[in-house]
Every structure is written in structure tokens, then in C-alpha cells.
């Protein structure tokens, strides 16, 4: 299978510079891209497979000698190309602040306490559906420095790797309803309002399991798709 | 009309999920851990070709070093092939082609590897030797994209890719090769923003 990757479908993506969001300021390129052919180096992409997992993996809440505090829930979804395809085979990495919006990395130093029994990263690869499955907590809102009295959004981090190189995704996937939205300078760097909303999860009360997790379901569309006669 | 989901930044706290035993000091104690999935070291025991060291800095527009930068490299093996699910272009060595280099807090990366072959290019030519380049950062919403061509490739001169490159700009994308205790080191320093700034593809 051939696919082809247009640029116009990267038109939803925020742009390099936003300077609501400060740390883009100075790391942003300021001279114009340069435009290339897409070779085999680019056409092309790794490839991961199960042997880069191990069982349990995908369930944050079981990497510890107890059981995280906090909400557990479910996370699921398609990872799908442009057409709307089910993309097999997918490495899905994910990473996550715990239930009091604290992260495990030295530079977190907000006052919320570390979960001796989550350390919030996961990973999966996508079935022959492109189906994923995370059990984890739902990660607590937290503090940045980036203006005053300034909140994330809760959110989990996604790192997705697709049929090429060029279907490489980094991103984050935001729960509905959430107040700071309007506040985010992060979540708003993508300026069409359907392009942001499919960043947000759906709650899935068909796959909340009773007395035990929430569940959410999110879709994940990557670049990439078949060349239509036109195109030849 | 496309939906594709977009990119958002990787934020400042990657390195536990995405390079859990990279340069980045990110435990606050031995209480966490994560099992590495992709690292810096590219070598398996039966690849063949030149093994290189890959060094650089990633600098901000001020030239300070980014300290919480990931970079991913892709590339093909000493005889130009490309990884691939397909067998019949899949090279016949575990090589993966791929590595990840979390920064460390001088903004430093480095990666172990071998050289590449050239590979096919646009209109049945062929491309110099080089690596692919995507770069991840807090304060970039999306990655972005750059190649490495080593400076003593001659094949430099008629690579297809430099030639779309402004002359004067094309000197940021050759990494200078040094002899460090018997190995080849190419320097490749990313400079995101201002003097000297890298070159970055639309892709």
C-alpha cells in the first residue's frame, strides 16, 4: 500500500510560533522551511512490534506494589489514517502526571505528592483493528509558570508512530468538559475549534465498568492516506 | 477535508516514558522506573558497516541549550535499506534505523550508530548519505524536521535534497567529521532559532 501524505491536512496543527505559549518564542524557527520531495526517507518510518512490549504494559495502575489513589479509568480508541483506516501495529506511548497533578520527573517540583505506586507511563501497540487500551488514573490538573495563576488542563501525552516517518505524532489527549480550556495557551495553539475537539476524549458509558473504571474513548487520526486516481 | 488529530508540545516531562534511562535526569528515587522501548544506541550485533558517534547541541534562539529536547533519528543501514513490515525490502539484520537521544543539561545529545548508504531518491537518483532528524521540545507545539549529510561524502554535491537547500544555509545540515580513540565522531550541532539557524523541511 502506497500512501500519500498532504500537506494541507497539517493546516489544523498550531503553528511553530505562538506566543501565548512563551517557551515557543525562542524556539521556534524563524526562517522559512524549506520545501522537499517526500523520499524513502520519508515514505518509510520504524516499526515496532510486540516484541517491544511486555504484558501489562498498557495498565498504569499494576507497575507498583499497590494500587495508585485516584479516580481509575479507562482509556481506549482507534488509531485510524486519513481515510479513516484502522493503522495496525501502531507503538502508542503514553505519560501522565498522577491523580494530584504531580509528574515523576526531578523538575516537577510542585506542591502535590508523589504516588509511591504510579509512575504514569505506558505503552501498547495497536491490534489488527488498530484498537489500544490504557487502564490508568486520571491524571490531576497542575500549576505551569507560563503566566499567572496559570493550570493544565488534565491531560495524558501520546506518542504515536504510524506508516511513516512522517505520520509521527506527538500530542495530548484532554477529558470533556474540563473549566481551563478556555485558559490554556497550549490547548488553544490550535485554532480551528474541531480540529481542538478532537483532541478531547469522550466519556464511554457502554465500556465503564460497573463498580470498577470510567471509561473514555479516543480516536487518534494520523497523517497518510491512498492516492486517488486524480493524483496520478 | 482532512481530521487528523494535531500535534501538541511533549512537554518538559517526557523523559520517564520516552527515555527512561536517556541522558535527562528525571528520577526523584529509585522508587520509579520505566523499561526502555527505543534508546541512543542503534548497534546490533549484525549490522555491518562504520560505526560513528552522532554529537551535538540543540540551541534556543538566545544559543543557550535546550535541556528537555527529544531527538529521534531514522535512518537506513550501510546499504541504503530502510526497516520495513515488507520482506521483501526489509534489510537482513536487526537493525532498526531508529534511535531516540533525550538532552542532557548542557542541551547535549549523541547517539551510537552506523554510517548509511546513500538511498533512492526523487526521479530515479540517488540521495547522499544523511539521516533524518525530528526534534521534540517544550515550546514546540509540533516536531520538526531536519536532516544530517556527513562532510565527507562527495555524493553531497549532487544530493537532490541539498540542492533545494539556499547555499549560503546549506553548511547547517553537514556534520564534520572528528577521530576520538579510534572512532569517527560527526558533529551536528541544531540551532532552532537565530545565527547560524538550522535549515528545517515542510514535509
Known amino acids: ?232 | 477535508m482532512s481530521e487528523i488529530t494535531p500535534s501538541q508540545t511533549v512537554g518538559p516531562f517526557f523523559a520517564y516514558g520516552l527515555t527512561p534511562d536517556g541522558r535527562c535526569e528525571w528520577r526523584p528515587s529509585d522508587v520509579y522506573h520505566w523499561k526502555e522501548t527505543v534508546g541512543d544506541n542503534l548497534m546490533t550485533p549484525d549490522v555491518s558497516g562504520e560505526r560513528v558517534r552522532i554529537e551535538g547541541r540543540v540551541l534556543d534562539g538566545d544559543g543557550v541549550g535546550i535541556n528537555d529536547a527529544m531527538i529521534e533519528i531514522w535512518q537506513a543501514d550501510a546499504q541504503g535499506r530502510y526497516a520495513s513490515r515488507d520482506p521483501r525490502t526489509r534489510p537482513n539484520t536487526a537493525f532498526k534505523g531508529h534511535g531516540r537521544s533525550a538532552t542532557d543539561k548542557e542541551g547535549g545529545y549523541g547517539f551510537t550508530t552506523i554510517k548509511p548508504g546513500p538511498v533512492a531518491g526523487p526521479n530515479r537518483g540517488m540521495q547522499a548519505p544523511h539521516i533524518v532528524f525530528c526534534i521534540f521540545s517544550r515550546g514546540m507545539l509540533r516536531q520538526i524536521y531536519t536532516r544530517l549529510y556527513f562532510a565527507d561524502e562527495a555524493a553531497n554535491q549532487t544530493d537532490p535534497i541539498l540542492a533545494l537547500v539556499p547555499k549560503e544555509r546549506r553548511d547547517t545540515l553537514i556534520a564534520k567529521r572528528e577521530m576520538r580513540g579510534g572512532e569517527a565522531v560527526y558533529r551536528f550541532d541544531i540551532r532552532v532559532q537565530g545565527k547560524g539557524e538550522t535549515v528545517f523541511f515542510d514535509v
Open chain 1, 1 to 232: 500500500m502506497t500512501l500519500i501524505y498532504p500537506k494541507e491536512s497539517l493546516d489544523v496543527f498550531p503553528a511553530h510560533l505562538t506566543p501565548a505559549y512563551k517557551s515557543t518564542i525562542k524556539r521556534s524557527p524563524k526562517q522559512p522551511l524549506v520545501i522537499i520531495p517526500h523520499t524513502l526517507s520519508e515514505l518509510t518510518g520504524p516499526v515496532y512490534g510486540h516484541d517491544a512490549m511486555q504484558e501489562g504494559d498498557n495498565d498504569l495502575t499494576r507497575q507498583h506494589a499497590g494500587e495508585p489513589l485516584g479516580e481509575r479509568i479507562i482509556v481506549h480508541g482507534h488509531v485510524l489514517d486519513e481515510d479513516k483506516r484502522p493503522v495496525p501495529g501502531v507503538l502508542v506511548e503514553i505519560w501522565q502526571a498522577n491523580a494530584c497533578g504531580r509528574y515523576v520527573h526531578v523538575v516537577d517540583q510542585h506542591p502535590a505528592p508523589l504516588d509511591p505506586n504510579f509512575t504514569g507511563a505506558g505503552r501498547t501497540i495497536t491490534d489488527d483493528k488498530g484498537y489500544y487500551k490504557f487502564i490508568t488514573v486520571k491524571p490531576g490538573a497542575y500549576p505551569w509558570g507560563n503566566h499567572y495563576n496559570a493550570w493544565r488542563p488534565n491531560h495524558i501525552h501520546f506518542s504515536l508512530f504510524g506508516h511513516s516517518f512522517l505520520s509521527r505524532l506527538v500530542t495530548q489527549m484532554y477529558f470533556p468538559g474540563d473549566p481551563l480550556f478556555p485558559f490554556d495557551p497550549i490547548f488553544n495553539s490550535v485554532k480551528d475549534a474541531k480540529a481542538r475537539n478532537r483532541m478531547v476524549a469522550s466519556f464511554d458509558l457502554d465500556n465503564t465498568v460497573p463498580d470498577w473504571a470510567l471509561c473514555f474513548r479516543w480516536d487518534i487520526v494520523l497523517r497518510g492516506r491512498e492516492q486517488t486516481p486524480m493524483e496520478h
